[in-house]
């Protein structure tokens, strides 16, 4: 039994729509660069997709001073 034609045209706009997709999550949100990227949760904010280069802006951004505690020890 195979696939009638309409069949195969919606499969193959199924694997289309699922390109697109992984397309769009791997355009970064910062710089706007389709790259490879990873999920990146921003001030405890909805994870949004970044960069190697945004995360590692981020990472910098977020880390003041390296000896500075940002909250002060509970001992
Ligand atoms: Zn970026």
Known sequence: MYASMTELHELHEMRE?????????????SCQ????????????????????????KLRAQAQPDPGTLLWPSPC
Request: with cysteine.
């Open 17 to 29: 729509n699922i390109r697109r997709g992984v397309d769009a999550l791997e355009l970064c949100w």
């Open 33 to 56: 660069r389709v790259s490879d990227c990873e999920q990146t949760v921003v001030d405890d904010a909805a994870p949004v997709w970044l960069c190697r280069e945004c995360r590692g």
